[in-house]
């Protein structure tokens, strides 16, 4: 309680300290029953290692599914890949197959980018807690350098012992998910660079050494109801579950990017804040106070220059796409004509 120690005993300071004290201990109280169970979960997070997806030549398994499911794929059937090249002589049938094959390697995918942003979110946590002890290790040495020695000098050194736990725990778990955000902008590149459904059916384009040659729309002109426009139903399941993957790889690179990285750049502040301000409103005793401050300064420096290093290229890929703004369509029904043709009212920004 702060009035005492600058020697102003009042009863009316004691009215505001009392509750806030009882309100503090509380919040610890209550936070350490959540965050002790929250902990253990960080053993068992699940793993962000994909397969790589084969064109429905190969069949995906799932091992070790109590704990958390470890994706494996069988060997390639023989013949396969000629099949699928050959799309125009398949039966309705097999192309379903190989249409549900894609559909089950999207869904692969999408768990593992759900997976990759569980990580990075963990990372987020524990520097947070890197910054919460960043701050009562200031707090302590600030109040240690402040007054002189006495019986509070035990809750000061109670704060810093405080705030190298809670660093150091805080950096033991941030070191297992560091590499997390470079595995989920590696991870997103790579699928972007493979073939998928547009790739093959809508062939735009064709990259390198593509085995794809311009293969014939599976629904043509003309095509009777019935199986056909079955296929055609599955055939637009898989284009829709491709949008859903390439909007889950944008999510996954803003958590990874914009999002973590605005957390490296908020802990790294606390750190370069709370080092300049001992530098520059304290005086120097002995040679260790100026290790701290240049530790906690350069330290920060450190964190904020990564931070920017992911969030500036993910800002930028942010910018290039629809997705990410507060713009709002809403389709108004008519169900006497085809739901492509329904009307949509845009709400943007810049409506009054």
Not at 136 to 156: P, Q, V
Not at 276 to 283: D, G, K, P
Request: charged content about 20%; hydrophobic content about 45%; overall charge positive.
């Amino acid at each position: 309680m702060f009035p005492p120690i600058m020697g102003t005993k009042t009863f009316a300071a004691l009215l505001v300290e009392l509750p806030l004290l009882g309100l503090g201990i509380y919040m610890v109280v209550v936070n350490m029953l959540k965050y002790l169970p929250a902990r253990k979960i960080n053993i068992v997070l699940p793993p962000y290692a994909a397969t790589t997806p084969t064109g429905g030549t190969s069949v995906l398994k799932v091992e070790n599914e109590e704990e958390y499911p470890i994706f494996s794929r069988t060997p390639e059937v023989a013949g396969a890949a000629e099949l699928r090249a050959d799309w125009s002589k398949l039966s309705p049938v097999m192309r379903r197959r190989f249409l549900a094959s894609d559909r089950t390697d999207y869904a692969e995918e999408r768990t593992t980018l759900a997976c990759l942003r569980t990580w990075v979110a963990n990372v987020r946590t524990w520097l947070a807690f890197v910054r919460t002890g960043g701050a009562f290790l200031g707090l302590g040495l600030g109040l240690i350098r402040a007054y002189h020695y006495g019986l509070w000098r035990i809750f000061d050194f109670a704060l810093v012992g405080l705030g190298l736990i809670m660093i150091a725990e805080g950096l033991y778990w941030y070191s297992r998910g560091h590499q997390t955000a470079k595995v989920g902008f590696n991870s997103v590149k790579r699928m972007n660079a493979k073939e998928n459904i547009w790739d093959f059916f809508f062939p735009h384009r064709q990259l390198p050494n593509s085995l794809i040659k311009m293969a014939p729309l599976p629904v043509h002109k003309g095509a009777a109801a019935g199986i056909w426009a079955t296929t055609g139903l599955a055939l637009e399941r898989t284009v829709l579950a491709d949008r859903r993957n390439f909007m889950a790889r944008l999510r996954t690179v803003m958590a990874c990017g914009i999002r973590t990285g605005y957390s490296y750049i908020r802990t790294g502040l606390t750190l370069f804040f709370i080092g300049l301000v001992f530098a520059v409103y304290f005086h120097k005793t002995n040679v260790y106070w100026y290790f701290y401050e240049i530790s906690m300064i350069l330290g920060g420096l450190a964190l904020i220059t990564e931070g920017l290093l992911c969030a500036l290229p993910a800002e930028k890929l942010r910018q290039q796409f629809p997705y990410c703004n507060a713009d709002i369509e809403i389709s108004i029904p008519n169900y006497g004509v085809p739901c492509r043709t329904w009307k949509k009212a845009i709400f943007d920004r810049e409506t009054k």
